[in-house]
């Protein structure tokens, strides 16, 4: 973890810049180096993991439904209001709820459009979708194992995953065999994972992913940067109030080179990290051929070069 905190980079920006940069675009820029930073290269600090709780069906009692209808009955039930992405499964077909009133009452999505009602018929309620953590970027899970058979979950692109998963509808297992993507949630706004075929029991499925980078919100926030490399934040933030200007300050160029020599020195450890998702980072071009622009894309590789 960094060292210097987010109040220390502002302060020595300001102090080399002699005051006349308003603070604010001094937290603008630092924001935008810790992002352009971390979003640039999948750094080892920025993984993480989180065991997803796999929750079994609810199958007690009976349940009733008016044909035209999304007002769910239960009877004998005794159904959780906290329940979140459930779906129904009955006659054959599962449908999304969208809240869970009181333990007897639920209201789905979508009303029901088959030929008759249902009166206390046999039913299951079921949960085959999970948000990922808050911290979680969307789309860069790297990998979904069941740990105690320690086996790799396969993603699948939605509509091959509807294709292996949606018959037969009943089916019910307590070893996953894939996960797809599911959204966000509207309201918290977290990324959605769908596992298939339908969990049957309680189970913890490890995932590994990257982290986004965290918004520094306090002056005496953090970043993810291991202390050794802490300062490349501030350099690259310094560059960007220091150019970003009608007329750039003097110095700009070479708080730009030295941000730039920072960072690919950060890079050429990754070339000899034991991490396999660095591998292709020794065919990257070299010093010579890299150079690094204003407006923020600040490692790049050179036309000439191409």
């Not at 329940?83 to 869970?100: C, D, E, P, S, V």
């Not at 706004?189 to 306090?218: C, K, V, W």
Request: with cysteine; net charge neutral.
């Amino acid at each position: 973890m960094a060292a210097r905190t987010f109040g220390s980079i502002a302060a020595g920006i300001a102090r080399k810049t002699g005051g006349q940069v308003p603070m604010g675009e001094i937290f603008d820029a630092i924001q935008d180096a810790n992002k352009e930073i971390h979003n640039k290269y999948e750094w080892p600090w920025t993984r993480a993991e989180f065991l997803i709780p796999v929750q079994p069906p609810y199958q007690t009692g009976t349940v009733s439904i008016t044909n035209g209808s999304t007002s769910l009955t239960g009877t004998g039930t005794t159904w959780d209001t906290t329940w979140k992405y459930k779906r129904l499964l009955l006659g054959g077909i599962n449908y999304q709820i969208a809240t869970i009133n009181s333990t007897t009452s639920a209201t789905l999505v979508q009303p029901i459009n088959v030929a008759t009602n249902y009166v206390n018929a046999p039913y299951k309620i079921f949960q085959d979708t999970y948000a990922l953590p808050s911290d979680c970027e969307f789309g860069t899970i790297l990998i979904v194992v069941n740990p105690r058979l320690a086996y790799r979950l396969v993603k699948l692109p939605v509509y091959s995953f509807e294709m292996r998963y949606n018959w037969p509808p009943a089916l019910f297992t307590n070893v996953l065999e894939a996960i797809t993507d599911a959204g966000v949630d509207d309201t918290s706004h977290a990324a959605l994972i769908r596992f298939g075929p339908q969990p049957n029991s309680y189970d913890e499925y490890r995932m590994i992913y990257r982290r986004r980078p965290p918004m520094l919100t306090a002056l005496t926030s953090t970043t993810l940067f291991p202390e050794s490399f802490d300062r490349v934040v501030e350099l690259l933030a310094e560059y960007y109030v220091r150019f970003h200007r009608p007329t750039p300050m003097p110095g700009w160029m070479e708080v730009k080179q030295e941000a730039f020599q920072q960072l690919q020195n950060m890079r050429r450890k990754m070339t000899t990290s034991l991490d396999d998702n660095y591998a292709t980072y020794s065919t990257y071009p070299s010093y010579e051929k890299s150079s690094i622009f204003a407006g923020g894309l600040f490692v790049g590789v050179t036309a000439a070069s191409q």
